[in-house]
C-alpha cells in the first residue's frame, strides 16, 4: 500500500525508521505531471532498492520571474493513480509553506558548469534546483537518488553537489525516455499545439542527424551547431535557445568535436521551452 505524506516532520520520521530497519531507500524527486520517462525512474529504483520514495513538489524556487511556474501542469489525482500501480511505498507531497517558511534564507551555489546551457538561459535555475534536492535530501535521507539524463546538466549539478559537500547518496542517472517518434517525454510536452509537436520532433531529429554527421568523420563543432540550427529553425514556431556541442561533464566548448561528445540544446516551441540531449562517443 502506497502511504501519502505531506508533513516534513513525518516524512524524516518514516525515513529515520526505515533506515534502522537497515532498509535501503532510494528516492526519486519530481515535480508531477508523471510520464513513462518518470517512471523508468521509479522503476529502477524499485528493483535496486527495498523502499522507494517518490517526491511530487512543484519548486517555485527554480522558477524565474517570466517563466511557467503558475501554470506548470499539475496533475495530482492522475499521478497517485499511476505511481499506486507501481508499488512506490511512499509518495511525499510537501506543502510549499513547509519548504520554504517565512525567513527561509539558505540557498545553495554550484560555481562553474551552472555557468552554461540551462544555467545560462535560465538564471538562479541551478540554485533554485540544488537548494530543493540538499533539502529533500536531508528530509528524505535515501541511500540512492534516480535523475534522467533528460536533465542532463542538471544530473552533473547534482553529481557535483553530493561530491562538494560530501553528501553520502549515491546518484544513479537513468536514460532518456522518447516517444515512438523520438520526441523526449517531457512534462511541459502538454504545451504544444499540434502543429508544435510536429516541429518538436526537429529536436531529436536533428541530434541524430548530427550523429551520423560525427560519425561519418565531420570534426567542426561550429559546423555541427549550424546544421542542427538550420534543421530546427526550418519547422514552424521554433525558437532556438541555445545549441551546444560540448564536453560532457564541464560544458566547455573547443572547435574540433572531441572523442566524447555532449550535444544539448533548448528549443522554444509557443508556450513550451524544451530540451533534449544526446551523447556521442566518437570512433
Ligand atoms: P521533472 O518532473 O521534469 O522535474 O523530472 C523529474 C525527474 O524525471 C528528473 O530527474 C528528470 O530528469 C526525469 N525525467 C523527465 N523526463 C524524462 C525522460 N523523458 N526520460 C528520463 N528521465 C526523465
Known amino acids: 500500500m502506497m502511504e501519502t505524506i505531506t508533513s516534513v516532520e513525518e516524512m524524516k520520521v518514516w525515513s529515520r525508521r526505515i533506515c534502522g530497519d537497515d532498509k535501503v531507500i532510494g528516492f526519486v524527486p519530481t515535480m508531477g505531471c508523471l510520464h513513462e520517462g518518470h517512471l523508468s525512474l521509479v522503476n529502477a529504483s524499485l528493483s535496486e532498492c527495498d523502499s522507494t520514495v517518490v517526491s511530487i513538489f512543484v519548486n517555485p524556487a527554480q522558477f524565474g520571474p517570466d517563466e511557467d511556474l503558475e501554470s506548470y501542469p499539475r496533475t495530482l489525482e492522475a499521478d497517485k493513480e499511476i505511481l499506486r500501480s507501481t508499488g512506490v511505498d511512499v509518495l511525499f507531497l510537501p506543502a510549499k509553506e513547509d519548504l520554504y517558511p517565512d525567513g527561509f534564507q539558505s540557498f545553495v551555489e ?143 566548448e573547443s572547435e574540433e568535436i572531441r572523442s566524447r561528445t555532449l550535444i544539448a540544446l533548448a528549443v522554444r516551441i509557443g508556450k513550451a521551452r524544451l530540451i533534449d540531449n544526446r551523447i556521442i562517443e566518437r570512433a
Request: aromatic letters at 6%; hydrophobic letters at 35%; proline letters at 3%.
Open 110 to 252: 554550484i560555481e562553474g558548469k551552472t555557468n552554461y546551457l540551462c544555467g545560462k538561459s535560465r538564471p538562479g535555475f541551478f540554485r533554485g534546483v540544488a537548494t530543493i534536492v540538499l533539502k529533500l535530501f536531508n528530509i528524505v535521507n535515501p541511500h540512492t537518488a534516480f535523475f534522467g539524463e533528460k536533465d542532463w546538466q542538471q544530473l552533473e549539478v547534482i553529481r557535483t553537489l553530493v561530491r562538494d559537500l560530501n553528501l553520502d547518496i549515491k546518484i544513479a542517472g537513468q536514460p532518456i525516455v522518447r516517444e515512438n517518434d523520438g520526441l523526449a517525454m517531457s512534462s511541459r510536452n502538454r504545451y504544444l499545439s499540434e502543429e508544435g509537436r510536429l516541429s518538436a520532433l526537429s529536436l531529436s531529429q536533428a541530434l541524430k542527424t548530427a550523429q551520423s554527421r560525427i560519425e561519418q568523420g565531420e570534426r567542426s563543432t561550429e559546423i555541427i551547431r549550424n546544421e542542427i540550427r538550420q534543421m530546427i529553425e526550418q519547422k514552424n514556431g521554433t525558437e532556438v535557445d541555445y545549441i551546444s556541442v560540448c564536453d560532457p561533464e564541464d560544458f566547455s
